[in-house]
């Protein structure tokens, strides 16, 4: 089966137009400069501004040569040297007016440093004055021969930066993972205006499944698995659970502040989920046994976006299953629920409900049968759940934030034969010797429910202090099923008798063989519905 997956995924301050901001043309002089993102990190720019005393530029356009420098490195010693003849009325004086270059932002050329930005921890005449003999050409015929070299310390510790005389550098980000879509020039002003039905504009459909004859096929593992031989015949147990899902993903993360010092003034952030998605449950036994499985069906992470020093942004989706069952009898289960989810969006800073988050029950079909004579019980307890995670990390790990939005699809299902739903009885009970008289029906009774719940959590950490806050957003359950049978082929849907509560399973038991009598396999539940 193949799968299908395209995330999408944005972190934008407000667009004022369809530009990218960087030219590798104009040096940086004037207290303004941006840096647009590799295509392999994704399509965005970060701008800058602040005093054009403390913004310092080496590219070439500011008429410097670099020497040597590490492309994989935050923290370097670089070589570099001035291009121009007479360094006093060129580009190049730049760097050392305003007081020098020491305790200064520098906007560094491609490939040369981890990041776009450095802080000038030191500057130097190098100790190390050899040219390589390429650039050495270039500059021969100066007089008094060839230029000094220079030597600049630098590092992503812009907290030490002096901003007591030049004052804060203030930044903005724009960017978003899909190479194709061009970068934005941005403005250091605030704003998020229906970011949903932008994210609608520009979001990928993924899917988890494909269509094969018109018949989707689920992501699905088998969780428990196990056989012997019962009476000379071969019995098993076995659970398999399921999901599909077919919708848009969204996540983004919006911020400015200043660089120097490093602080986020002003952010937010989203996660969101609109499509369908769907839990199958599937549970064929003909042995006793009781297991408790938690299991990871799905594993998915973006492409990072990364500014080194400064912010890096990761997302992830995750599919996992839980599932209690304590099975008595001889027991067939197959639940399908499908679920339309309308535009479910979780905020940081939180905002108050809001009627978007819309989740329903739209289909479901439960099929439940049991061997004819049995008596016992069984309960299920069975959870789909996918988890959409948006992490940002600013300022080389000094700043974090999680935001997570989760969904879980769920069902409990009990079932009593021999009996009436407040038995007492234990859940694995000892059958007793059953009557030989042919023809028995078994009665008893059977119920199940299905529901879905929708959950925030938040998990902020800056410069030592911490955050965590957990809400639930929604929350629904339906009885897809429930009352006595036999009661033709379909369990009558009623109020229940009494409410019943599944027990809690905290340790698995060994399979073991059933008594019973008869083959004929009885259908207890048999339900299709359109809601």
């Given at each position: 089966?193949?799968?299908?997956?395209?995330?999408?995924?944005?972190?934008s301050?407000?667009?004022?137009?369809?530009?990218?901001?960087?030219?590798?043309?104009?040096?940086?002089?004037?207290?303004?400069?941006?840096?647009d993102?590799p295509?392999?990190?994704g399509?965005?720019s970060?701008?800058?501004?602040?005093?054009?005393?403390?913004?310092?530029?080496?590219?070439?356009?500011?008429?410097?040569?670099?020497?040597?420098?590490?492309?994989?490195?935050?923290?370097?010693?670089?070589?570099?040297?001035?291009?121009?003849?007479?360094?006093?009325?060129?580009?190049?004086?730049?760097?050392?007016?305003?007081?020098?270059?020491?305790?200064?932002?520098?906007?560094?050329?491609?490939s040369?440093?981890?990041?776009?930005?450095?802080?000038?921890?030191?500057?130097?005449?190098?100790?190390?004055?050899?040219?390589?003999s390429?650039?050495?050409?270039?500059?021969?015929?100066?007089?008094?021969?060839?230029?000094?070299?220079?030597?600049?310390?630098?590092?992503?510790?812009?907290?030490?930066?002096?901003?007591?005389?030049?004052?804060?550098?203030?930044?903005?980000?724009?960017?978003?993972?899909?190479?194709?879509?061009?970068?934005?020039?941005?403005?250091?002003?605030?704003?998020?205006?229906?970011?949903p039905?932008?994210?609608?504009?520009?979001?990928?459909?993924?899917?988890?499944?494909?269509?094969?004859?018109q018949?989707?096929?689920?992501?699905?593992?088998?969780?428990?698995?196990?056989?012997?031989?019962?009476?000379?015949?071969?019995?098993?147990?076995?659970?398999?659970?399921?999901?599909?899902?077919?919708?848009?993903?969204?996540?983004?993360?919006?911020?400015?502040?200043?660089?120097?010092?490093?602080?986020?003034?002003?952010?937010e952030?989203?996660?969101?989920?609109?499509?369908?998605?769907?839990?199958?449950?599937?549970?064929?036994?003909?042995?006793?046994?009781?297991?408790?499985?938690?299991?990871?069906?799905?594993?998915?992470?973006?492409?990072?976006?990364?500014?080194?020093?400064?912010?890096?942004?990761?997302?992830?989706?995750?599919?996992?299953?839980?599932?209690?069952?304590?099975?008595?009898l001889?027991?067939?289960?197959?639940?399908?629920?499908?679920?339309?989810?309308?535009?479910?969006?979780?905020?940081?800073p939180?905002?108050?409900?809001?009627?978007?988050?819309?989740?329903?029950l739209?289909?479901?079909?439960?099929?439940?049968?049991?061997?004819?004579?049995?008596?016992g019980?069984?309960v299920?307890?069975?959870?789909?759940q996918?988890?959409?995670?948006?992490?940002?990390?600013?300022?080389s790990?000094?700043?974090?934030?999680?935001?997570?939005?989760?969904?879980?699809?769920?069902?409990?299902?009990?079932?009593?034969?021999?009996?009436?739903?407040?038995?007492?009885?234990?859940?694995?009970?000892?059958?007793?010797?059953?009557?030989?008289?042919?023809?028995?029906?078994?009665?008893?009774?059977?119920?199940?429910?299905?529901?879905?719940?929708?959950?925030?959590?938040?998990?902020?950490a800056?410069?030592?202090?911490?955050?965590?806050?957990?809400?639930?957003?929604?929350?629904?359950?339906?009885?897809?099923?429930?009352?006595?049978?036999?009661?033709?082929?379909?369990?009558?849907i009623?109020?229940?008798?009494?409410?019943?509560?599944?027990?809690?399973?905290?340790?698995?038991?060994?399979p073991?063989?059933?008594?019973?009598?008869?083959r004929?396999?009885?259908?207890?539940?048999?339900?299709?519905?359109?809601?």
């Amino acid at each position: 089966m193949q799968t299908f997956f395209t995330f999408w995924i944005a972190f934008s301050i407000a667009v004022v137009s369809s530009r990218p901001s960087n030219d590798w043309s104009k040096p940086c002089f004037e207290g303004e400069c941006a840096y647009d993102l590799p295509e392999s990190a994704g399509s965005g720019s970060i701008k800058i501004t602040g005093s054009h005393g403390i913004i310092k530029d080496i590219s070439p356009a500011a008429g410097w040569i670099i020497l040597s420098c590490d492309p994989q490195s935050l923290e370097q010693e670089i070589r570099l040297v001035c291009e121009d003849q007479v360094p006093e009325n060129s580009p190049c004086h730049h760097l050392f007016d305003h007081g020098g270059p020491a305790n200064k932002l520098v906007r560094l050329p491609e490939s040369c440093g981890r990041g776009p930005f450095a802080r000038i921890a030191a500057a130097s005449i190098a100790s190390e004055q050899s040219i390589p003999s390429h650039i050495a050409k270039r500059l021969e015929g100066r007089n008094p021969g060839l230029p000094k070299v220079h030597a600049l310390q630098l590092d992503a510790a812009f907290e030490k930066i002096d901003t007591s005389r030049w004052g804060n550098i203030f930044f903005s980000i724009t960017a978003e993972n899909e190479p194709s879509v061009e970068a934005r020039s941005i403005e250091t002003n605030l704003t998020i205006n229906s970011i949903p039905e932008r994210a609608r504009l520009h979001s990928k459909t993924f899917q988890l499944m494909t269509t094969q004859d018109q018949v989707a096929q689920s992501q699905s593992r088998m969780v428990a698995s196990n056989s012997m031989v019962c009476g000379g015949k071969q019995a098993s147990f076995g659970i398999e659970l399921g999901n599909r899902l077919n919708g848009t993903i969204y996540t983004g993360f919006a911020a400015n502040g200043t660089l120097a010092p490093p602080k986020i003034t002003n952010f937010e952030s989203f996660v969101g989920f609109s499509g369908n998605a769907s839990a199958h449950f599937s549970i064929l036994a003909s042995l006793t046994s009781s297991v408790s499985k938690h299991v990871e069906l799905w594993h998915q992470t973006t492409k990072p976006i990364s500014i080194p020093g400064i912010l890096d942004l990761q997302s992830s989706f995750d599919v996992t299953a839980h599932m209690q069952a304590a099975i008595g009898l001889p027991v067939r289960v197959n639940l399908t629920m499908d679920f339309v989810l309308d535009d479910v969006q979780v905020w940081y800073p939180p905002r108050p409900a809001e009627d978007s988050n819309h989740a329903s029950l739209s289909k479901t079909s439960t099929n439940i049968n049991i061997l004819n004579g049995t008596n016992g019980r069984a309960v299920i307890d069975g959870h789909i759940q996918p988890k959409i995670r948006l992490r940002v990390e600013a300022f080389s790990g000094k700043s974090e934030l999680d935001v997570e939005l989760g969904v879980d699809m769920y069902t409990a299902i009990d079932i009593d034969a021999g009996g009436t739903s407040t038995s007492q009885q234990p859940v694995i009970a000892p059958t007793p010797e059953p009557s030989k008289t042919s023809g028995v029906v078994t009665s008893g009774w059977a119920g199940v429910k299905g529901g879905i719940a929708l959950n925030s959590s938040f998990k902020k950490a800056s410069w030592g202090s911490n955050n965590i806050k957990d809400e639930s957003l929604l929350k629904k359950e339906w009885n897809i099923s429930n009352g006595e049978f036999p009661s033709g082929n379909k369990a009558a849907i009623q109020a229940p008798k009494d409410e019943y509560r599944l027990p809690s399973i905290s340790s698995e038991t060994g399979p073991k063989c059933p008594q019973t009598i008869g083959r004929q396999v009885l259908s207890i539940v048999k339900s299709d519905s359109v809601l």
